[in-house]
């Protein structure tokens, strides 16, 4: 079993903050997704990711596959950033996803 | 930009009755997944379909569950006989291809509740 674990499980930030939320996962795989669920509940997908680092806006995610680890940051952190971060790895294919709890984040002005 | 769609956006129903939950994958995607999440918990993997069959299934994906693509764009999760446990979020996603990292893309997610 694939297991998936998150850390912080909250997390609070005054605006402009770095934020970091790390994931690490038992099994050696060959990508991970982090997703962002919104408070409507719906889900976006941020990044998925094999190797290394990639940039998108303020979101950066970095992946180390030896360690089996891979951390989100988010800098200079927005209240619209507030949202729940779940990270996810295949585990048979790559749809079989098994998800972390996810992280919480709160920004505040 | 492209989206996967999902309605009903929440549906309510008496137990033991029938549910379909309805997707309109990205158009040319080939990969589809449903996935669900109970309230408070993490989401899971239900089911992987492709060719127009179930690739893989989870557990919880018993049969209960089907899925299908009735025509070039739905694609259904069927639930037969709705329980009280089966309350909850159920995403739809899509990607392009499966043979490698595939970027997958949500809906929006239907809530169900089983009275």
């Known amino acids: 079993k694939n297991e998936v674990e998150q850390s912080p499980q909250n997390l609070t930030a005054q605006e402009g903050e770095f934020i970091t939320i790390n994931c690490s996962y038992s099994?050696?795989?060959?990508?991970l997704h982090w997703l962002q669920q919104h408070p409507g509940g719906g889900i976006v997908s941020l990044f998925m990711?094999?190797?290394g680092k990639k940039k998108h806006g303020r979101l950066i995610a970095t992946i180390n596959i030896q360690e089996k680890h891979s951390s989100l940051h988010i800098t200079a952190s927005h209240p619209r950033d507030s949202a729940v971060y779940i990270c996810?790895?295949?585990?048979?294919?790559?749809?079989?996803?098994?998800f972390g709890a996810g992280t919480q984040v709160v920004v505040t002005p | 930009e492209p989206e996967v769609t999902q309605t009903p956006s929440h549906q309510v129903t008496q137990m033991g009755q029938e549910v379909i939950l309805r997707c309109v994958p990205i158009s040319n995607h080939l990969y589809f997944y449903w996935y669900r999440q109970i309230l408070g918990q993490k989401v899971e993997f239900l089911v992987s379909?492709?060719?127009?069959?179930?690739?893989?299934k989870s557990e919880i994906f018993d049969d209960q569950f089907s899925v299908e693509r009735p025509d070039g764009s739905n694609f259904t999760l069927k639930i037969r006989s709705t329980k009280l446990e089966d309350s909850a979020m159920y995403f739809c996603?899509?990607?392009?291809?499966?043979?490698?990292?595939?970027?997958?893309?949500f809906g929006e997610g239907s809530r169900l509740t089983v009275l």
């Open positions: 099994v050696g795989i060959s990508a």
């Open positions: 996603a899509s990607s392009r291809t499966s043979g490698r990292p595939g970027e997958l893309f």
């Open positions: 996810a790895v295949p585990t048979d294919s790559w749809g079989k996803l098994q």
């Open positions: 379909f492709y060719n127009n069959e179930i690739s893989e």
């Open positions: 990711l094999s190797s």
